[in-house]
């Protein structure tokens, strides 16, 4: 965990705690290391300890989410042939971006969902999740990237960032590769944010990821998904759909999202996503209330 001052940060918005919670339900974080949970704390990856104070809806009454910019402008623009698209990036980064688009949108048609896109997808040298804490002190997360469905916002750590020592998904040392395959995860979500609407901010967080994490490893490049099982011979499938839950996701979001893509795998593959995504399942992916 570090911390981050002002000057690192590109811009501001200030929100009250009602819009916060809004906010939190809105925001799918692939976070490395660490994740906002649904009382917007973060937790470490490697350590049941609780990393930052919870943050308060008696104390706090602003919430600042600030994103920083340490990278230089964007070298070029692109839209991959959709009005409603913007991608700012390297040119190697659309041309890749668009790729990725392109296999998303073929996924889901696949299973029957046809997308128009519509989103602004942005490459930073690093991406930033920013608050204020209980204390009203300025708390930061390095991200990967996210995706935030209020705003149709795409953040990515550019392919070539600066800091790729410190980018390792399940063990994989960032690169174009690893990096475009976090890129279909956010996409995903941009997906699954147009097939259930309003439905997305009611469905679990966690089920949310579920289904990115999936999405992710079925597109997936067949060697790197070797090399991450390769890297990880103890996960397992999830036993059950109660194991799709925010606290394991906390605990480990590298290891909930290669479990995700295994108990989706056992069950049919694709064919399972599109079964959660049409609420065709026999049990609640929505937040909170769980019926069996
Ligand atoms: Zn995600």
């Given at each position: ?53 919870k ?10 989410i ?49 997308i ?39 953040e ?8 790729q ?26 997906a ?30 067949p ?31 590298d290891?909930?999202?290669l ?5 989706t795998?056992?069950?049919g ?24």
């Open positions: 965990m570090q911390s981050f001052t002002s000057n690192s940060l590109d811009c501001l918005w200030t929100l009250s705690i009602d819009t916060l919670v809004a906010v939190r339900r809105r925001y799918s974080l692939w976070v490395s290391g660490v994740r906002i949970d649904d009382t917007m704390n973060c937790l470490p990856a490697d350590s049941k300890k609780k990393c930052r104070s943050v308060s809806r008696k104390s706090v009454f602003l919430l600042c600030v994103f920083s910019a340490s990278a230089p402008a964007a070298a070029e623009n692109g839209n991959c042939g959709f009005q409603l698209v913007t991608i700012k990036g390297t040119a190697v980064e659309v041309e890749q971006s668009c790729a990725a688009l392109a296999k998303v949108l073929q996924t889901f048609a696949a299973i029957g969902f046809r128009d896109p519509e989103f602004r997808l942005i490459f930073k040298d690093q991406v930033f999740v920013e608050r204020l804490d209980q204390a009203g002190q300025l708390d930061a997360l390095r991200v990967l990237g996210f995706f935030d469905s209020r705003r149709s916002l795409i990515m750590t550019s392919f070539q960032s600066s800091h020592e410190e980018r390792r998904p399940w063990g994989v040392i960032w690169g174009p590769e690893i990096a475009g395959s976090i890129l279909h995860h956010e996409l995903a979500h941009m699954t944010f147009a097939v259930l609407g309003d439905g997305y901010w009611r469905t679990d967080p966690s089920w949310l990821e579920f289904i990115a994490y999936s999405i992710e490893f079925e597109v997936m490049d060697s790197l998904r070797a090399q991450i099982l390769a890297n990880n011979p103890s996960a397992e499938a999830f036993e059950g759909v109660l194991k799709v839950n925010p606290m394991l996701h906390g605990a480990d979001p290891r909930f999202g479990r995700s893509y295994l108990m795998r056992d069950k593959g694709l064919e399972f996503i599109r079964r959660v995504l049409a609420g065709e399942v026999d049990f609640s992916t929505s937040d909170i209330v769980w019926r069996r």
